[in-house]
């Protein structure tokens, strides 16, 4: 069974420890719920989310694999308009203004509540990650740009990939529910913290972007 590289793996890592911990919609809610209803309610609502991204994973896995079959130019069309996409994502990151707040009432950025069981947390994770376009759209954009064609395994690498980041993010969401408290509240005190991950992870896409639309 073939293997991604350790080249493969380490430099997928790193973009994908500094995107998921970039402020954004999920970890923000993930920190509002752990703050204002408690640890184990982040850390079960973290995971929801987390997991539902093995959706977009069979996704971008099934949908490549399709590409290749049909024409390996397809592939490498999907390559180069996924990395325009990353660079239209960089530079949004980077004229981000930051500001971005934790709602101590279970809100992050004022975005929702999300009270109730455990189960219930859970549940609205991950069929919220599970259905939102904008995470199919970044995972098939994002996830073929550390897929090396010329290995073979295609959709192996693909579904490697998501699974990397699928349990990176189990584990980052996790953290971050269980350390919501001293976290949200130091991103309230510390809004250009939110600003300067907003640039690195604005540089990681635009990096991206760049190389494989110069390679291709």
Known sequence: MLLISPDQ????????????????????MVLGVGMSRGRARGIVFGLGCALGCLTH?????LGVSALIAASPVAF??????GGLYLVWLGWG???????ARVDENGRGDGKGSADGSLLAL????????????????????????????????????TAQLGLIFTLQACVLFGLLGYFSGTV??????????????????????????????AAR
């Open 9 to 28: 793996f380490y430099g997928f890592l790193a973009a994908a420890i500094l995107i998921t911990a970039s402020p954004g919609p999920d970890n923000l």
């Open 57 to 61: 994973t069979l996704l971008a896995t």
């Open 76 to 81: 490498t069309a999907l390559k180069v308009f």
């Open 93 to 99: 990151a980077l004229r981000s203004k930051g500001g």
């Open 122 to 157: 859970f549940g609205k994770g991950l069929f919220a990650n599970s259905i939102n376009p904008k995470v199919v759209l970044f995972f098939l954009s994002f996830l073929p740009q550390f897929v090396v064609a010329e290995r073979g395994g295609v959709s192996w690498q």
């Open 184 to 213: 949200g509240k130091w991103i309230n005190r510390n809004p250009r913290a939110g600003l300067w991950l907003d640039r690195t992870a604005g540089a990681i896409f635009i990096g991206l972007g760049v190389r494989l639309i």
